[in-house]
């Protein structure tokens, strides 16, 4: 009973099928854009069907679907990738820790890093790139300049 309604009303199941998808698409946060350009596909076949234009059949639609989808995705591709912006995201090292200063347990070298314990957390402590020193001696106060994971980048106070 549903299929007839549906195979006598293909033009209605298409819209309502990219309705739908388009739905998911905003409801999963996908953003590969599978559901978005088939919804997309699939709203022009339900638009196409009602104008006219194609047989209500499912081998039309299913073919309009295709040929819909990949001829939107091929349009809507290069503006929607250029959205997106071509820059790469840059690191943000900013954190709480940066400033913080505390004492070197052991001697940190550029080739050979040091361990620290903090909050209860053993982190690397490396010497940050932007300065020419090439060794602290264990002792001395140091001061966290950027955080990556696990990893206090440092310079000496």
Same mark, same amino acid.
């Given at each position: 009973m549903i299929m007839t309604y549906i195979t006598n009303h293909q033009a209605e199941f298409w819209l309502?099928?990219?309705f739908v998808l388009l739905a998911a698409e905003v409801l999963t946060g996908f953003t590969i854009g599978v559901f978005l350009f088939s919804g997309l596909g699939a709203i022009a076949t339900g /638009? /196409?069907?009602?104008?006219g234009l194609l047989a209500e059949t499912w081998l039309v639609g299913i073919a309009s679907l #295709?040929?819909?989808s990949g001829l939107i995705t091929a349009i809507l591709w290069k503006p929607l990738k250029k959205l997106q912006g071509d820059k790469p995201i840059e690191k943000d090292n900013s954190s709480d820790l940066v400033g913080h200063v505390f004492t /070197?347990?052991?001697? %940190?070298t550029r080739q050979q890093p040091g361990l620290t314990?903090?909050?209860g957390i053993s982190w690397k $402590? $490396? /010497?940050d790139e932007s300065i020419d020193v090439t060794s602290v001696e264990a002792g001395q106060q140091v001061s966290v300049s950027s %955080?990556? $994971? #696990?990893?206090?980048?440092v310079k000496p106070v």
């Open positions: 309502i099928l990219g /638009l /196409l069907m009602t104008a #295709g040929i819909c /070197l347990n052991q001697t %940190v314990s903090y909050s $402590v $490396v /010497l %955080v990556e $994971v #696990g990893t206090f980048k």
